[in-house]
């Protein structure tokens, strides 16, 4: 790579960087470990001392916990896809220097700072069988009492849920794909129309194709916060199937010691897809930084 | 880019500038309303079904701040956050500029073990650092959930700072430190005011980082230290709409001004979201 | 009245850039050009003159404020970018990262929706034709910079442009890769009947490659001609100034038709003689290679001209050795004049010798700022 910095002291060996790095993620390496050694029986809350595979074998023989689980990436999955492909869309679209362009690039970046928990909040406002969405529809004569709207709270499909956090995680995944456009300039765009390629074929064969390999890394990291928000899945899950981070809380505060124990368990399911999605993370921005260069 | 040559081109300019006007319109409601239904909320007695706007207003959810316990819970997630910026930029600073010495397969672990207590679930990470604050003495106190708000936020701001050494010119310290400064004085007079921006960024961002936090505030705080979020999610969840309206919207409104008094995330393109 | 020459590749008429219109370069007025077919135009000037623009314009890239652009005698003036055949190519090439080097040749084709058999025999030729056929696999940012020129050029053939239009392609490299690139650009325009146009501030780059040139002074054209006519007759002062290599001097014609300069008395061509009728006084130029001195012959001492000829004498000051030529420098009174000598038999520094100059060498403009004062 690059040189040492710091010049009087010669160039350090790789153990302290590595070093740093492994201290900053130790809160979380303790946790999978004390969380291991829970789910064994070894510590904690109703600890029988001796390690066993019962309380593991309980949890995952559980049909809730592979339902939440399920769930909860099918909901982070779904959401991630729809703000990628609005972010998208908003970048394409607005990508010129126009006054338009600029207003739609600011508006859509104001949200970026909203708290998970202020959208849900909103979520439920708007969504609820009472919110302004199903007021709207009584105003055009689509829905009588409250009771006529479909549920988009609490129900199954998760759809308040899933448009929560799309437009929460949205935002920042178009910060990101403005700063890709602009990063690459006209000169891929003019290239390609002289070339022959007309708007359309430079947006489907150019823009799209280079801004979803950029985007990537910002969409596993997005798919890995909605995969762990607990604030959003409290206030607009239902609750069957539960989300894992809800039931995680539930069975920490569960007065039954053994279940509480169980709790460890879900959040080392929990730490196995975060371990995965960084993984991917990684490795995404990796070979973006490769096609960069 | 638009040019003559383009304007005049045989495809339909109306067309284009329609479905644009039609995308704006629909991002500005998108933003907008949700926004502006928490500021009618806080100010509605009553709204009843189906009326599209409340049909009567109090400013009592406002009045209630001075004293109440949003007030306290504001004063409390304040400090909160303001320690958490401080102490995560303050460390992930040298820790960033040591990374980015790394390469290889080596700069590749370093980032993902950076990555990794922003990427851990809030709950899953609460569980490990409950335990952890109970063994330190400082479980359910305010300085336990600081400690715990502290752990993602210097995950964040290390890889920020990684991304900004490993793009930065170290010529500067190099001229400096020729030039007979010494480590301290490089540190005070070349990187400390060349990187004003990157630390004002990892502040606001850090301080975000725990202005929103739920699920670790709860986890380690066990409910008894009451930060903003944790007041407004049990005020949502009691269906006390409009105080929780009224703190939804102290949430949001520091949080929109610091960005927008910042513009950040503008030139990022490896940030990672708030 | 201006007709449109269906033969030219490419036709420019009175093609104007209105200044700051594009970020990439100043404006330029009322330019004129043709590019036959199979022809490779360069336009040389300084930085700064609009030439970037100019491309830029012809691409459809930027605007132009009035004239009209012709492909192959089609108006084009309003025609987007994509159906103006005429490929721009970049200073630095601008490949598309997430291809490989097959997909990015095959671009072209694969916009235009070709049969993919079609495709792939084009891509394949072309391909060999630039010796990229090992490297048909890789992504771009595993190739070298040459190697990227080369991709660029052969996606540029895939689109079977009527015209190509070369951004400073040799601007940014070095020497090395300078020849290889050159290289690259003759073997992709040979066998093709594009016209090229190319633009370049370097005036040995434009000799290579051109096989006319169009000088760009003052954001105008200010000649076009082979680098031959250039050099014997550049069509004013300023071109003559710009392409350096020029001894200039003052001089006032005489009855005789020749002009009278520090460097003695010297015969003027006939035509440059008719191109002055009317003036006295004059700006000389003489051409370098124009220029010769010689030794005194054994027992000879210089101290005036030899009668007849048309020779100063000088002291030899210094000898500068380069790789292609060594120049003395002779000071014939108060005069520096650069005199090329032989390389393996330099003149001695302080030694006199006499300066001979050939006719052919000649060139003269009136001198406008002393017509002015007379």
Known sequence: MRPSRTAGRGARSAPLPLLLALLVALPVLFGAGYAALAVLGVVGAGASGSPSWHRAAALLTDHTTWRGL???????????????????????????????????????????????????????????????????????????????????????????????????????????????????????????????????????????????????????????????????????????????????????????????????????????????????????????????? | MSTRSYSRSPTRPHARSAWHLAALALLLLSTFVPLLILVLQSVATSWRWPLLLPDAFTLSGWQGLLGGSLGRAAATSTALAAITAVTATALALPVGRTLAQLSGWQRHAAAALVFLPVAAPPIALGAGLQIATLWLGVGGTALGVALAHVVPAIGYASLLFLGVFTTRSSHDEEAARTHGASPWLVWRHVLLPTLRAPIAESLAITFLISWAQVALTLVVGGGAVRALPIEVLTLVRAGQEREAAVGALLLVVPAVAALAALRIGVRRTDALPA | MYSVTTSAALSLHDVSIPFGSDANGAGLRDVSLNVARGERLVLLGPSGEGKTSLLRAVAGLTPIASGSIHVLGRDVTNEVPERRGAVYLHQIPVLFPHLTVAQNVGFPLTVRGAPARERETLVAALLERLGLSDLAARLPHALSGGQQHRVALARALAARPHVLLLDEPLAALDPVLRRDVRDAIRQAHTESDAGLLLVTHDLADATSLGDRIAIMLDRRIAQVDTAEALFTRPASRAVMQFLGGHIELEGTITASGAVLTPLGLLPLPADVQQSLAGHTHVVVGIRGEAVRCQPPSPGETLTAPRAGQHVATGAVRAVLHGAQESVASVSVDNLEVPVRVDALQPPAVGTQVAIHIDPRGLIAFPDNASTAHA
Do not use: C
């Open chain 1, 70 to 293: 399920g769930w909860s990436l099918y909901v982070a999955g779904t959401s991630t896809l729809l703000a990628t492909l609005g972010a998208g869309l908003v970048a394409l679209l607005f990508a010129g220097n126009s006054r338009h362009d600029r207003l739609a690039r600011s508006v859509a970046s104001l949200p970026l700072p909203v708290p998970h928990l202020v959208a849900a909040a909103t979520a439920l406002f708007v969504l609820g069988q009472s919110g302004l969405l199903a007021r709207l529809l009584h105003a055009v004569g689509l829905v009588d009492v409250p009771a006529d709207m479909p549920p988009l709270v609490y129900d199954r499909a998760g759809a308040s849920l899933i448009l929560s956090l799309a437009w929460k995680e949205l935002p920042f995944l178009a910060v990101v794909a403005f700063a890709l456009r602009s990063a690459h300039g006209p000169a891929l765009d003019e290239a390609a129309r002289t070339l022959g390629a007309s708007p359309i074929h430079v947006a489907r064969r150019v823009a799209w194709p280079l801004l979803w390999r950029g985007l990537m890394p910002a969409v596993v990291a997005t798919f890995i916060f909605a995969f762990g928000s607990y604030e959003t899945a409290v206030l607009l899950a239902p609750v069957d199937p539960a989300p894992l981070p809800v039931l995680t809380m539930e069975r920490f505060a569960d007065p039954d010691l053994a279940r509480r124990g169980e709790a460890y368990g879900l959040a080392l399911l929990a730490l196995l897809v975060a371990g995965v999605a960084v993984a991917a993370h990684e490795w995404t921005r990796a070979r973006w930084r490769m096609l960069r260069q």
